[in-house]
């Protein structure tokens, strides 16, 4: 019986809803692993768009309605600003907030400073060519691979692709020589170990487990990217440019106007958070974009006719279109949207914090609640789709028999998020998305290894 009450005792008054809760576990059992992509359905088909979970000692509170999500990154956009900070993001932030953990207003001026300079309409141009250049590397690489039909490692290999066209942006260099081979770059493994250091840990749920918890690995990594930064910065003085040709060039001309030095490991600490964010995600949705195309080969080969349509039949030498020429294909742009929709890189892609105590959906939300958005439940969802669970490019082109019109409604369909915390390398990771699956889908037909498993 004590267990009993335990279990069903609110975590405040007017609370939302939340399941029946396990001594000491909470409502982890719901988050497991192995079972994460139907838990998540089955838990707001049974508790409804809003609940409170009680994950070890952590209150969370997860939202799956396009309702709340307008209502949290529209109406109250200002409260829901700031992102939970995990265990290893404090020993991230430590040296500097940079722009992930930076509040208002210095988050506002960071964007406007990345929205200004490598952001601008102006570096809309050298940023293309060096994803077609970085493309064209890693073509080289996939035609050894094409000629005999073997099997390759595309994620790793788009990965490093994306960290070479992120690199450049940033501070002028390639991480990778050698694109799809090994790599001997220690601030590579760096940058990985930082990334993987500020995903969620046991301690981060129970807090008690935080003095037996070593951030070693997390620790020096930060320390190593953080010496390396201020090398880099250093060499680029050295170099006096006369005009900026990367991010460390703008902010060593930012930092003429502000004798800053914590404004200095501020901006520099962009640098990491461009790095981080930039690598893993594009890689991964365009890894997934191609392994659904190579399972819906009648879809293929549709976007190879328009492709075909739009720059001619294949030849020996690759193409390398420019934005403009992709950016206006309609099945291209639904592919990667209804790819975008149907494999959500994570279910929880957002960790944002109550800055104060408000209310959601009417239900009452403590100050520091950490609120997650549940992109799984949005875009795989009966209450939103027809057979959400089918690959159907179609749905998103307006006239097509197939279109539906909540793929045009906001606070429903944007994997880049709303709100004032949006990801800010929006524009570039669709730029490469376009162009990569163009390119890649008008030189190769993709088919999947027997036995694999996605």
């Not at 939340?18 to 359905?41: A, D, K, Q």
């Amino acid at each position: 019986m004590l267990v009993w009450l335990n279990g069903r005792r609110k975590s405040w008054p007017g609370a939302p809803p939340s399941p029946f809760r396990l001594p000491f576990l909470g409502n982890l059992n719901w988050l497991s692993m192995s079972t994460i992509f139907t838990s998540v359905m089955d838990l707001h088909k049974k508790f409804g768009p809003i609940v409170l979970l009680k994950l070890g000692d952590k209150d969370v509170v997860v939202v799956a309605s396009r309702e709340i999500h307008k209502e949290m990154y529209g109406d109250k956009t200002r409260i829901f600003s700031e992102r939970g900070k995990t265990l290893g993001a404090v020993v991230y932030s430590r040296f500097a907030d940079g722009l992930a953990y930076a509040n208002n207003p210095d988050y506002i001026a960071y964007r406007k400073f990345l929205h200004s300079t490598i952001l601008s309409a102006a570096s809309l141009r050298p940023n293309i060519h060096a994803i077609n250049q970085e493309l064209s590397h890693a073509l080289r690489y996939f035609d050894r691979f094409a000629r005999d039909g073997s099997v390759c490692d595309f994620e790793k290999t788009m990965f490093d692709v994306n960290m070479n066209v992120v690199g450049r942006i940033c501070f002028g260099q390639r991480f990778v020589d050698n694109i799809g081979g090994d790599i001997n770059n220690p601030l590579y493994q760096a940058i990985s170990d930082v990334f993987e250091g500020c995903k969620f840990n046991l301690a981060d749920f129970f807090s008690f487990l935080k003095p037996f918890t070593t951030m070693d690995k997390i620790e020096k990594a930060n320390i190593f990217v953080e010496e390396w930064t201020n090398k880099i910065y250093d060499a680029h003085i050295a170099l006096n440019r006369e005009q900026p040709e990367d991010l460390v060039d703008y902010i060593i001309q930012k930092m003429k106007n502000e004798n800053s030095e914590g404004e200095k490991k501020n901006l520099l600490k962009i640098v990491t958070d461009i790095l981080m964010a930039g690598g893993e995600t594009v890689s991964t949705t365009l890894a997934w974009a191609i392994y659904t195309l190579a399972s819906h080969p009648k879809v293929a080969t549709k976007l190879q006719a328009e492709l075909d349509a739009t720059f001619g039949a294949p030849t020996e030498t690759p193409i390398s279109p420019k934005f403009e020429e992709v950016s206006d294909l309609p099945y291209l742009t639904a592919v990667i949207k209804e790819s975008s929709r149907a494999n959500p890189v994570l279910v929880f892609p957002l960790n944002r914090r109550a800055t104060e105590d408000t209310t959601l959906a009417g239900y009452q939300i403590k100050k520091g609640t950490w609120v997650w958005l549940n992109t799984w439940y949005l875009w795989r969802s009966e209450q939103y789709w027809k057979n959400p669970d089918a690959f159907i490019p179609e749905r998103w082109i307006p006239g097509a028999p197939e279109f539906e019109e909540n793929t045009t409604l906001p606070y429903l369909t944007e994997p880049f998020g709303k709100g004032v915390r949006n990801c800010i390398g929006e524009t570039l990771a669709w730029q490469e998305l376009m162009i990569c699956t163009a390119v890649l889908l008008h030189r190769y037909n993709f088919k999947v290894p027997k036995n694999f498993k996605a």
